[in-house]
C-alpha cells in the first residue's frame, strides 16, 4: 500500500495496485505519478528504456476540455463536498444558462455521486432549467393573493402577446415564461418578474408596456 496525493485536486489516497508508474485518481481521475521509491513490488518489472519511453508517453496526464473542464472548475472551489451540490448547479447554471444532460453527468462523476442524485435536485427547484432559456426569463407569480388579483389573465396576456407556451420559449430565442408558487410580493400582486425586475399591481395594459422594454 502507498500513499498517493494528487498535484491536480490535492486528493490523497492510499494506493494498493500493480501498476508500475501512474495510478488513477479517484477523485478527478488524473493520471499520478507514483515515486520510484514506492513502486509496489509486486507491480516492478524490468522494461527497456525504449518501453519506459512508450509508458510515460501514453499515460501523460491529459488536461479536462469543454464542459468536463468548466465543472470541475467549480467543483474544485467547492472543495469537492457533496453536501454543495445546489451551490454548484446554481453557479453552472449562472455562467451556463441550462444544464444539459453532459454537465449533470460530468457533476455526478467528478462528486461521486450518483446521476438520479443530481437529477433529483435539478428538477426539483424552478431556479434550475434542463432546457436552453430564451435571452430573458418570465416568471408570473400563481400563488393564491395573485391568483385572486387576476394573474391567470396576466399569464393569458403574456402568452398571447408572446405567441408562447407556460414552461415555452419563443422562437426567436428571447424569451421563456413559466409560472412560481410564489415570488414573496404577496401584497403586490398581481406580480411578474423578468429577469431580475419585479413589476407588481399590474393591469392587462401594463404587460404589453413592459415586455416592450426588453425586445
Known amino acids: 500500500m502507498v500513499e498517493l496525493a494528487c498535484q491536480h485536486c490535492n486528493y490523497k489516497w492510499d494506493y494498493q495496485g500493480e501498476n508500475e508508474y501512474y495510478a488513477t485518481c479517484p477523485r478527478c481521475r488524473y493520471k499520478v505519478r507514483i515515486p520510484e521509491d514506492k513502486v509496489p513490488r509486486v507491480g516492478r518489472k524490468k522494461l527497456s528504456l525504449e518501453s519506459k519511453k512508450k509508458t510515460l508517453t501514453e499515460k501523460r496526464p491529459v488536461k479536462l476540455r469543454g464542459i468536463a473542464a468548466i465543472v470541475n472548475k467549480v467543483v474544485q472551489e467547492a472543495q469537492y463536498d457533496k453536501g454543495m451540490l445546489i451551490q454548484i448547479l446554481l453557479k453552472l447554471q449562472r455562467s451556463f444558462g441550462w444544464l444539459p444532460k453532459e454537465m449533470l453527468t460530468e457533476i455526478s462523476k467528478q462528486l461521486e455521486i450518483p446521476l438520479s442524485q443530481v437529477y433529483q435536485v435539478a428538477t426539483f427547484y424552478k431556479a434550475f432549467s434542463l432546457a436552453p432559456r430564451g435571452r430573458h426569463l418570465i416568471r408570473v407569480c400563481m400563488g393564491t393573493s395573485c391568483k385572486v388579483r387576476g394573474s391567470h389573465t396576466i399569464l393569458e396576456r403574456v402568452q398571447n402577446h408572446l405567441s408562447i407556451d407556460k414552461d415555452g420559449t419563443?422562437?426567436?430565442?428571447?424569451?421563456?415564461?413559466?409560472?412560481?408558487?410564489?415570488?414573496?410580493?404577496?401584497?403586490?400582486?398581481?406580480?411578474?418578474?423578468?429577469?431580475?425586475?419585479?413589476?407588481?399591481?399590474?393591469?392587462?395594459?401594463d404587460v404589453d408596456r413592459i415586455l416592450s422594454k426588453y425586445r
Not at 419563443?170 to 403586490?188: M, Y
Not at 419585479?198 to 395594459?205: A, C, D, I, R, V
Open 170 to 205: 419563443t422562437l426567436d430565442g428571447k424569451f421563456s415564461l413559466e409560472t412560481v408558487n410564489c415570488v414573496g410580493c404577496c401584497a403586490l400582486g398581481p406580480v411578474m418578474t423578468v429577469d431580475d425586475d419585479y413589476h407588481g399591481n399590474l393591469k392587462l395594459p
